[in-house]
């Protein structure tokens, strides 16, 4: 049985990967079919590499096979390894970019310096606060100690109609009427409680002339 040189020259063909050779023999015709697969190669385009097709008489084939695919099957072989290099390094360089964000992003939290309050942050801050002790005085049934913490318009000014309002929602709580109903109601949604200043004056803390002043 002759001794065939086909395998040695396969062999020296510089390729990894699986080389597929399929052979159709119409009468003396012989059509070759020559694929190189490379499984580890992740990219789905090469699927779109077309095999190498030869069409020849066996003789023809015999002579020039080699000549004809060694070449190509080169820079098939190198085109699959590329890809899947470039594969690897789109993953690799998509981790660092996230790492590197992440570094940034810490950074940023790290060395960027809170914003300083506005005056008028300070000031709503001021107000939420007083507000809730009126709040909690409410929730006690402590409806007159409540409608005393109401600031004065002139703290707020831009909260006076809601202010007003509050007063008059406590004030309706509670019975500004201090002997009985035998004596007139006083109203005093509209009255702001009284300051540290005023407390100097000649009247308790309800509002009442202090009779113990003129003895």
């Not at 690799?92 to 570094?103: D, G, L, P, T, V």
Request: aromatic letters at 6%; one cysteine or more; glycine letters at 6%.
């Amino acid at each position: 049985m002759p001794v065939t040189n086909f395998f040695a020259h396969a062999a020296a063909i510089p390729f990894e990967g699986c080389l597929n050779i399929t052979i159709k023999k119409d009468a003396e015709q012989l059509t070759v079919s020559v694929l190189l697969q490379n499984e580890g190669c992740g990219d789905a385009a090469k699927s779109h590499i077309p095999p190498l097709i030869l069409k020849g008489s066996a003789k023809e084939l015999c002579e020039g096979f080699f000549d004809a695919v060694t070449a190509p099957l080169a820079e098939t072989s190198k085109l699959l390894i590329n890809m899947e290099q470039y594969l690897k390094g789109q993953e690799a360089a998509k981790k660092n970019a996230a790492m590197e964000k992440k570094k940034t992003e810490k950074a940023d939290k790290i060395e960027k310096p809170a914003t300083p309050a506005t005056s008028e942050e300070i000031k709503e801050m001021k107000y939420s606060g007083i507000m809730a002790k009126v709040d909690a005085l409410e929730a006690e049934g402590k409806y007159r100690d409540a409608w005393l913490k109401v600031p004065q318009a002139s703290e707020f000014p831009d909260k006076a109609e809601e202010m007003q309002k509050r007063r008059a929602s406590l004030s309706a709580k509670f019975s500004p009427d201090l002997f009985g109903a035998g004596q007139p109601a006083t109203d005093v949604t509209d009255v702001e409680p009284k300051t540290l200043q005023d407390a100097t004056d000649d009247t308790d803390a309800e509002g009442i002339p202090d009779e113990r002043q003129g003895e």
